[in-house]
């Protein structure tokens, strides 16, 4: 069915008799009463922009191309991505509807674009279309319609957006969404003109809060680039989101100089950049403080608990991990061309994420682990004996089975340390 013919007949219901009235919407700034209507499914079509799965279209777009929801196949991509989203929920939901029937009415637009309530829409849809005698007949019958408020004819773009926003992604529906997409739509407000402080009324959320969700999507938007995934942000790690906040908030610090005494003005970019490479590292590495990787270390700890404390562990860190540099991967393109027609695209980068990480992680931990092993130290040098008790520990474990022929010339050097520092503790006892 073309938008042509779609507008026709919903005009056509929007000019007849409703089925509920007096159902209250702010509308173009005044808070207005709009009648309820029911309206065939068949008459309506998915909002591609729909901010709940915002990540998903995009990064789909860019791994395929774009999706058409006038289209069969284009509703279908959209109604799975609508159903993963939050797949306890929508269980849930389904059986309320298939209950009680939609008790919510939704929102859309004189030619069937939804604007509030795709969920809703793709819930009744799969009990309507049934075809494994799940349902009763009466029951899909009664699903083949969608409860609605329909916007009028002049309803701009702007306006659409803004009320998608407030329904969508205020307060009371924030738990529904992947932490991701509240980034995305505050940065695709932005774009479209939105200033501050309707961003924050339209999300519910400070106006203090909407510059650091626009800094942290573009943090989230240089790690894709760095690891060649821009636009893809299926790509970021799940849970990642406090790692990026973390970051944002430890770069903030560095810009200002208010913590890390030792890196003068002149040094700030150079470092912001170094930090931002390292994170962006163990943000893909993607090991929690229970596998030996404590995050908090590179860009959450204070004074001297953070790698950037000092200069020595910072930049002796920085050489370790730079090893990681070395290795190298398949672009992103050449694993999406190299995929068969029908083949599951996420599941070839997934690869590619995992043979980084095998590539990589011996040298990203060993990294972490000796820069820790340092800031611990430095802690406990009023504990001489204490520190000496764990080298000796650590020492106790050597296996030099396990030196490699590659890691002899290091190990014997740093054995040749070894030497001169207990030479050295021995000549301090002596002469006190």
């Known amino acids: 069915m073309t938008k042509?013919?779609?507008?026709?007949?919903?005009?056509?219901?929007?000019?007849?008799?409703?089925?509920?009235?007096?159902?209250?919407?702010?509308?173009?700034?005044?808070?207005?009463?709009?009648?309820?209507?029911?309206?065939?499914?068949?008459?309506?079509?998915?909002?591609?922009?729909?901010?709940?799965?915002?990540?998903?279209?995009?990064?789909?777009?860019?791994?395929?191309?774009?999706?058409?929801?006038?289209?069969?196949?284009?509703?279908?991509?959209i109604s799975k991505f609508l159903y993963d989203s939050a797949k306890e929920r929508n269980d849930k939901t389904l059986k309320d509807i298939a209950e009680n029937g939609q008790l919510e009415p939704g929102i859309i637009t004189m030619d069937g674009v939804i604007v509030d309530g795709n969920r809703r829409f793709s819930l009744l849809s799969s009990i309507h279309y049934?075809?494994?005698?799940?349902?009763?007949?009466?029951?899909?019958?009664?699903?083949g319609y969608f409860l609605t408020r329909i916007l009028p004819e002049d309803a701009n773009?702007?306006?659409i957006l803004r009320l998608e926003t407030t329904y969508q992604m205020g307060a009371d529906s924030k738990v529904d969404y992947n932490?991701?997409?509240?980034?995305?739509?505050?940065?695709?407000?932005?774009?479209?003109?939105?200033?501050?402080?309707?961003?924050?009324?339209?999300?519910?959320?400070?106006?203090?809060?909407?510059?650091?969700?626009?800094?942290?999507?573009?943090?989230?938007?240089?790690?894709?680039?760095?690891?060649?995934?821009?636009?893809?942000?299926?790509?970021?790690?799940?849970?990642?989101?406090?790692?990026?906040?973390?970051?944002?908030?430890?770069?903030?610090k560095v810009k200002q100089g208010t913590s890390y005494s030792w890196i003068v003005p002149?040094?700030?970019?150079?470092?912001?950049?170094q930090l931002k490479s390292i994170c962006f590292k163990f943000i893909r590495l993607d090991k929690k403080a229970s596998e030996?990787?404590?995050?908090?270390?590179?860009?959450?700890?204070?004074?001297?608990?953070?790698?950037?404390?000092?200069?020595?562990?910072?930049?002796?860190?920085?050489e370790k991990c730079s090893e990681s540099d070395e290795v190298e991967e398949k672009s992103t393109q050449d694993v999406l061309d190299s995929a068969a027609p029908g083949a599951d695209k996420t599941r070839l980068l997934k690869k590619r994420d995992d043979d980084w990480r095998k590539k990589v992680t011996s040298t990203?931990?060993?990294?972490?682990?000796?820069?820790?092993?340092?800031?611990?130290?430095?802690?406990?040098k009023d504990k001489p004996l204490s520190l000496l008790k764990k080298a000796i520990a650590a020492l106790d474990n050597i296996e030099t089975a396990n030196v490699t022929e590659k890691t002899q010339v290091e190990f014997m050097t740093k054995l040749s340390e070894l030497k001169e520092i207990t030479n050295k503790i021995e000549q301090s006892l002596s002469s006190e």
């Open 179 to 252: 932490a991701i997409e509240k980034y995305l739509h505050a940065r695709d407000l932005k774009n479209k003109g939105f200033g501050t402080a309707d961003i924050a009324s339209y999300m519910a959320i400070k106006q203090t809060e909407v510059q650091k969700y626009l800094d942290v999507i573009t943090l989230m938007d240089e790690y894709l680039e760095f690891f060649d995934y821009s636009g893809i942000y299926t790509r970021l790690p799940r849970g990642c989101e406090d790692d990026f906040l973390k970051l944002h908030d430890t770069l903030k």
């Open 364 to 380: 990203l931990t060993d990294a972490f682990t000796d820069a820790q092993n340092v800031i611990e130290s430095k802690k406990e």
């Open 157 to 159: 773009e702007r306006e």
């Open 130 to 143: 049934d075809s494994t005698n799940k349902y009763t007949q009466s029951l899909k019958d009664a699903c």
């Open 292 to 318: 030996g990787v404590d995050y908090r270390y590179i860009s959450a700890y204070a004074n001297g608990n953070n790698f950037l404390a000092n200069r020595q562990v910072w930049n002796a860190f920085i």
């Open 266 to 273: 002149d040094e700030r970019e150079e470092i912001e950049i």
């Open 4 to 77: 042509e013919e779609r507008r026709s007949e919903i005009k056509k219901i929007y000019e007849g008799k409703p089925v509920g009235t007096g159902s209250k919407l702010k509308y173009m700034g005044e808070t207005r009463e709009f009648d309820i209507y029911k309206v065939p499914l068949e008459l309506l079509i998915y909002n591609v922009d729909n901010g709940r799965i915002s990540s998903l279209v995009k990064s789909y777009t860019r791994e395929t191309g774009p999706i058409d929801a006038e289209t069969e196949e284009g509703s279908k991509i």
